[in-house]
């Protein structure tokens, strides 16, 4: 990851991009540096990841609440506050929100997983 310089983002300005869920739809806006992706991203009624994910994350809930739900069969609850953090290829996990909910999404390069 190269450096970056001290900057504000201002999220009413960044484009959201829908994506559909098995079910529900999720509102994206991302600001893409190199080696880090920064997500503001909004979970609607209802909705249900479309794919397990093995990509590492920091996830920090600011609204609402939503279950982290793994592959193996367990399930995280993160409410408002809360934040869960995984490198890449250590989980296959999925969202679920019953309710809308806001999270603050971090990923990059800082997360591969160095295994030896």
């Known amino acids: 990851m190269s450096e ?5 983002i201002d999220w009413t300005t960044v484009e959201k991009v829908e994506y559909k869920g098995e079910t ?4 994206w806006q991302t600001i893409q540096l190199n080696g880090l992706r920064i997500r503001l991203i909004e979970y609607s009624n209802g909705y249900l990841a479309d794919h397990w994910c093995q990509k590492g994350h920091i996830v920090h809930c600011l609204e609402g609440s939503f279950v982290s739900e793994l592959k193996t069969g367990e399930n995280f609850i993160l409410t408002k506050g809360m934040t ?8 296959s996990h999925r969202s679920v929100a019953e309710n809308k909910v806001k999270l603050l999404i971090i990923d990059g390069d800082f997360l ?5």
Do not use: E, H
């Not at 529900?24 to 509102?27: E, M, N, S």
């Not at 869960?84 to 989980?91: A, C, F, I, Q, R």
């Open 4 to 8: 970056i310089p001290f900057q504000t």
């Open 24 to 27: 529900g739809t999720a509102f």
């Open 84 to 91: 869960y953090v995984v490198s890449d290829d250590l989980s």
């Open 112 to 116: 591969r997983n160095q295994r030896i």
